[in-house]
């Protein structure tokens, strides 16, 4: 279909297909060349999606009504019916920046030169309120490197990013602004200012106007605060705090409206589980217990009271770095596992919770996708397995899983090791230790795409 409409010459298992998209049951949305085009499955017919021009720089509400955008370091919207401007922020100067935030990969060039622009505003769900940030790095001092990759210039470029270490006081400042799009009210929370590395997260209520969830997550992952934040009449209700004498590995919060409650994980018990809260009376149910880490909460399904998540270590005898999906039923707290296979599943669930696709790999053990139904487990349909005939004929060489004891004695680590691979066991080899003990992440290759840390190292004469 492809070669016929577009004149392109495409071969079945490299198809120049990017952004592939089901936006419906009926509709397939993708590009190729960076055009856009849709196909329809029902009658299989292909066409050009001529959509619109993204601009990252323009942000548009959720009634299409106005346009936000930031010219000279202030705030604006538009009307997209009669062109009319309102500036809602004036306060705004160079490094002191309504509107924007700071890029974590942001590198300025030169001397005091220009970051790359950037936007962003969160928009309530009834176009009434946006929320953004101001972004202050008036007193934050640059980090400098200098790129000598350029011949032509003789010289090395100056390069220059913002980037705090620890203990630090001046480092890029987020400070949380609102604004109300009718009466151009500005509500600005001075006393929240946050890091760049973690700026204050909101969540706006589907169910009540001028209601906001607010995220709080404390500089030194010792305290994570939940507050229902009401913009009309300015008060704000803690529905919960998290502390930990150590650190918080990755707090997740998951506000049901229509329950009044929230799926939330902690490790108060010593490990990483999943509890119900109670938005009214701000009690804690546990839903999930045991010497497991719950990872990740997938999705929550809350027509038939469903949970899905990713644990870690949780079934005995598998390799404990990879996760496993798992089905609870709130109603009687019933696990279900779903994916039974000892390896590494990223998984995506479809809407409506009836199938989930699964990756399925391990740090050597080649990438298989295949499609299940959930509560059949023998509707598995296998969509595609990688081919790594090209990495065998360059005599690739995964890497090796090992494991050691950790200082308390009881723990085990997991570690991987690459080897050139012109590896020769008689020799003696240097030994580069890439390892990042944490928090929040760490450095194993959990599946197969990550087990490539320097595409470069199986190549080299040394040990990674």
């Not at 296979?341 to 696709?357: C, K, R």
């Not at 928090?439 to 840390?453: E, G, K, L």
Request: glycine letters at 6%; proline letters at 6%.
């Amino acid at each position: 279909m492809i070669t016929d409409s577009l004149k392109i010459i495409t071969k079945e298992q490299d198809l120049p297909i990017t952004n592939l998209e089901c936006n419906t049951f009926n509709h397939l949305e993708f590009k190729i060349g960076g055009n856009s085009y849709l196909l329809d499955l029902p009658e299989y017919k292909f066409s050009q999606n001529p959509g619109t021009d993204f601009d990252p720089l323009v942000s548009k509400s959720p009634d299409g009504k106005w346009l936000a955008y930031t010219d000279k370091y202030n705030i604006y919207i538009k009307s997209t019916q009669d062109g009319s401007v309102k500036q809602l922020s004036s306060k705004g100067e160079r490094l002191y920046e309504y509107g924007t935030y700071y890029g974590w990969s942001d590198i300025i060039e030169g001397e005091n030169g220009e970051r790359p622009k950037r936007l962003l505003v969160n928009w309530s769900p009834d176009s009434r309120w946006f929320q953004t940030y101001i972004t202050d790095m008036r007193y934050a001092p640059e980090m400098y490197l200098l790129d000598w990759s350029i011949d032509t210039i003789y010289k090395p470029k100056l390069l220059s990013y913002y980037r705090g270490s620890p203990g630090d006081t001046d480092m890029v400042k987020m400070i949380p602004v609102f604004y109300n799009v009718s009466t151009g009210e500005e509500y600005i929370k001075y006393q929240l200012q946050s890091t760049h590395t973690d700026p204050i997260q909101y969540e706006w209520s589907s169910l009540y106007p001028g209601m906001v969830y607010q995220e709080n997550t404390i500089r030194g992952y010792q305290s994570v605060e939940l507050y229902r934040c009401d913009l009309y009449t300015k008060k704000e209700e803690l529905l919960y705090r998290e502390t930990s004498n150590t650190n918080i590995d990755n707090y997740e919060s998951n506000i049901i409206e229509p329950w009044n409650k929230a799926i939330i994980t902690t490790e108060r018990s010593g490990w990483k589980q999943l509890y119900l809260l109670d938005l009214t009376t701000k009690a804690l149910t546990p839903l999930t217990s045991g010497t497991y880490y719950v990872n990740e909460i997938v999705q929550i399904d809350t027509l038939n009271n469903t949970v899905f998540f990713l644990p870690l270590a949780k079934n005995p005898g598998a390799i404990h770095t990879n996760g496993t999906l798992y089905r609870l039923g709130l109603s009687d707290l019933k696990e279900e596992l779903l994916t039974p296979e000892d390896a590494n599943h990223d998984i995506s669930i479809s809407p409506d919770g009836l199938y989930f696709v699964d990756n399925i790999s391990t740090l050597d053990q080649p990438t298989h996708t295949i499609l299940k139904r959930i509560g059949s487990p023998d509707s598995t349909v296998e969509i595609s397995r990688a081919a790594i005939t090209g990495l065998d004929s360059l005599h690739f060489r995964a890497p090796e899983s090992f494991t050691a004891i950790g200082r308390d004695g009881l723990t085990t680590l997991y570690g991987a090791i690459w080897k050139p691979t012109t590896f020769d066991s008689t020799k003696i080899y240097p030994i580069i230790d890439q390892t990042y003990t944490g928090p929040h992440t760490f450095m194993y290759p959990r599946n197969f795409s990550s087990a490539w840390p320097d595409p470069t190292n199986p190549w080299q004469n040394w040990v990674l």
